[in-house]
């Protein structure tokens, strides 16, 4: 069994910065795929960003050229660095699988606000 636990939001200023990470935990050699999602209120979750076992990255449009996705296998994180952060940013973010197949986590709420 997988559990993945999210950290790193908070508060930033439009424009500003946010490094998320994503700690997994159990059968992890099982993971081909890990996504970030995020679920701003009163929308569906939505997938971020994927990131394979071997490295190669895929984005939605809305976030491509200011989010990066990527991973530290020593340390089973996976990690979300967030750029020209924009108000429509601000959402819970989790990860999981893709396609996600894992107990949700509680996620980390990012806001972006002035």
């Known amino acids: 069994q997988v559990q993945f636990v999210e950290s790193g939001g908070g508060l930033v200023q439009p424009g500003g910065s946010l490094r998320l990470s994503c700690a997994a935990s159990g059968s992890i050699l099982s993971i081909l795929i890990t996504g970030w999602y995020r679920q701003a209120p009163g929308k569906q979750r939505e997938l971020v960003a994927t990131?394979?076992?071997?490295?190669?990255?895929n984005y939605a449009g809305s976030v491509k050229g200011r989010f990066t996705i990527s991973s530290d296998n020593a340390k089973n994180t996976v990690y979300l660095q967030m750029n020209s952060l924009k108000p429509e940013d601000t959402a819970v973010y989790y990860c999981?699988?893709?396609?996600?197949?894992?107990?949700w986590g509680q996620g980390t709420q990012v806001t972006v606000s002035s």
């Open positions: 999981n699988t893709y396609l996600p197949r894992v107990q």
């Open positions: 990131i394979t076992n071997g490295g190669s990255t």
